[in-house]
């Protein structure tokens, strides 16, 4: 049964960095794409970047030129580099495949304070 794991998030300055990373345990990154979301508090769950599994990256408008997500195909994970975080990236992060998503994961929680 496929299972995806998120660590890696923490608290944060504002210009701080994060790489989470998402782990697909019990299959593998099969799909045409994988995403990674945030939640902010008391919001819905947005795509913030995705990857294809040719690994061609998309990004929001809000993570353009400060994100990068990255696939390592050998340890089954994909990867978000954050830099340049600001305190509206805050939120809980989860990764999922595109267009048929497995059960989500527990997420990891981003923090950047100013």
């Known amino acids: 049964q496929a299972r995806l794991v998120e660590s890696g998030g923490g608290l944060v300055q504002l210009g701080g960095s994060l790489r989470p990373a998402c782990l697909l345990s019990?299959?593998?990154?099969?799909?045409?794409?994988t995403g990674w979301y945030r939640q902010p508090p008391g919001k819905q769950r947005e795509l913030v970047a995705s990857?294809?599994?040719?690994?061609?990256?998309t990004y929001a408008d809000s993570a353009k030129g400060r994100f990068t997500i990255a696939r390592d195909k050998a340890k089954n994970t994909v990867y978000l580099q954050m830099n340049n975080l600001k305190p509206e990236d805050s939120g809980v992060y989860y990764c999922?495949?595109?267009?048929?998503?497995?059960?989500w994961g527990q997420g990891t929680q981003v923090t950047v304070s100013s």
């Open positions: 999922n495949l595109i267009p048929f998503p497995v059960a």
């Open positions: 990857i294809t599994i040719d690994d061609g990256p």
């Open positions: 019990g299959s593998t990154f099969r799909s045409d794409l």
